[in-house]
């Protein structure tokens, strides 16, 4: 391996610049650029040195529209980096690291999506949901707990980039873990959704009729529960989702759209 132009507090210091823009600063024409931009800027200026010409040639194939998942999207901004190094000595062309670039920002959406925000935020803020309920002041913990998380693993994940350089991410896809990993988060995620809405969904009705023969009254939720226990959070559950499929993610009309109905509902007794 050919000896690298930047220290590990240089590196640091741009993964904290993606870290804090990330997210946040998106462009609506190039969605993540400048913010990518702008993580590299600084360590750019140094592995170019003098020459200002092949400086902002850089600057401007990093501006080119850009988009991944912010956390696990770190090792991108890592091997942007070697590679920039590799190009400054000779060894490179400014298209290959676009198209790596370009190549990456797809799978490693697809796996920061589901470790970081499908998996791990779902956890701890369901746990945190739970310890709320409670009235536990432990539930105001969990939320710095998975924001130090994910600066930590983006951390790790930007110097694995810089380190291992183009070959980090094929590495780790062909060796099989990363797709073992991803389904394994998967089940486990969806696992802890269906916990929380079995647990937090609260659907009953109190519709019940009479039995001419006996005069016994027999409740619908009764007979619901022997067929399947929460069939009713079940099927609204399953109503928000289809939703969500089917006519966008517009939160604040499904809020008012559940209200509108639990209100009418519980008006002519039914549900309760």
Known sequence: MSERLLTKKEVNQAHLYWYLAAETNNSYE?????????????????????????YKEALQRHLEFYNTEGTIGAVVV?????????????????????????????PIAGIGDTLIWGMSKAILLGMACT??????????????????MIFVVGRYTCNLGYKLGSEAVPKLLKSGTMNTLITAASVLGLLMMGALSA?????????AWTMSSTGAEIGLQANLDAILPGMLQLLAVFGIY???????????????????ISIVAAFFGILG
């Open 78 to 106: 890592g091997i942007a980096l070697a590679m920039e190094e590799e190009k400054a000595k000779g060894n490179l062309t400014g298209d290959v690291i676009t198209g790596i670039k370009l190549g990456l920002m797809g």
């Open 199 to 207: 647990s937090y969904v609260k659907v009953s009705t109190p519709l």
């Open 131 to 148: 310890f709320a309920l409670e009235g536990s002041p432990v539930a105001l913990l969990f939320p710095p707990i998975f924001s130090i």
């Open 242 to 260: 289809w939703y969500f499929t089917h006519k966008g993610q517009n939160y604040i009309k499904l809020v008012f759209t559940i209200l509108a």
């Open 30 to 54: 190039r969605l993540q650029a400048p913010s990518f931009c702008a993580a590299m800027a600084k360590n750019l200026r140094k592995i170019y040195k003098d020459d200002d010409e092949a």
